[in-house]
DNA sequence: GTGGTCTAGACCACT
DNA sequence: GTGGTCTAGACCACA
């Protein structure tokens, strides 16, 4: 569990950990089979609310990026490595065409945001 | 007034009118010292609460795009296009930086989000 | 009539009149006897409704600094010096009283008030 | 929550809250960290509509006195003793701006401002 | 006519 | 339980 959390974000907790877990399963650093901390310890660890926790692992689950087995566990879901990047550019596209008709609606052109971009990545 | 409303989006409608009226202004299409419309007349057309209205008006005044008197009504401050242009880029790198961070902790790198940025553009 | 408005300022427009031509009088330099221009062309020059000039030139009547005679003009009052020196300081300290409290408030001591009076006076 | 809430000013009672507990932050008498009652309470309390305190609670938060996390509360930002003075002398500074503007229109001095000053502090 | 303030009360998201 | 948003509607100050 390598979260950091700001609690002055204005994303709400539960989505900053799915967003976190998400991208490092993605990435790879948690791997397939990987066992989660169950929901207490988490939520202790992380000084949250195992609401919040809960709420956190059941997106996971949606996005069919964990498997729940009652009783033992969440484990990360088995994907092939190209399954891992469709998934990580579907994400990444969702989030993405949010943010460019952000960026359109100001006027700017592909060649103005990259610019930008490449100023603060 | 040339503004869409999306009641399903997860931003608040007053952040929409916000964000839409500060592109028009930034963008040039509403000129300076053009008169907004009434903010009752605005609630009218959009058919949201003047309240509501409002609220987007205040945060135009706080960031310097409009200036309002009492009694006569709200307008388009004056900027060179200089200033505009700042202005435009203020807001867009405050909204970047978040979008990026999102990006880089799936672990792309430049190169693959103006790749992924070309094609949706 | 050496009058300067702001329509920004959050003070309006009728009480900026009001001070800064009871400030020319109690200053000497809107003699006793001189006669105020009529509201309308007042409000013409200014450029302001006749209505707002109207609200300042009562004010100046009700303290006392000006007298109107129906159908010849508003003028100047007669004060002696010291009169003028003592509503001077009247409206000042009136209005000095609202501003310490705020600066007490804060903790300020009136060495620290003192200081930072210096600073910008 | 030590505040005195006077209707028959002329500022409005948002301002008077902001201006009161800005006041307690900067003087030390609410630590960092505190946290302030829920606004429900605090509307109760005072004896005003919550959006009123709302509202100064958002100006609070807007000039970086407190931040507020959703469904926790609002706390008092964290500053060291050298920021709570900048930023008591730049709000005390901002205020002194208007007041002697005010001072100079009537002629008054540096000394003379001063010598009131000591008077009634 | 304009905007500024305040009210009461509902519903939702987050913890 | 917390704050965040939106609603409808009243009253006042200003021009």
Known sequence: MNIA???TSEK???QQLFEQISAQILKGELESGYCLPPIRQAALELRVSIITVKKAWE???RSGLIHTITGKGCFVAEFS???KLRLRNEMILKQMAG???YYKSF?????EVIELLKKIY
Request: cysteine-free.
């Open 5 to 7: 959390i700001s609690s």
């Open 12 to 14: 709400p907790i539960y």
């Open 59 to 61: 997106e996971l689950e």
């Open 81 to 83: 490595s190209e399954e």
């Open 99 to 101: 943010d460019t008709s």
């Open 107 to 111: 006027g700017l052109t592909l060649d």
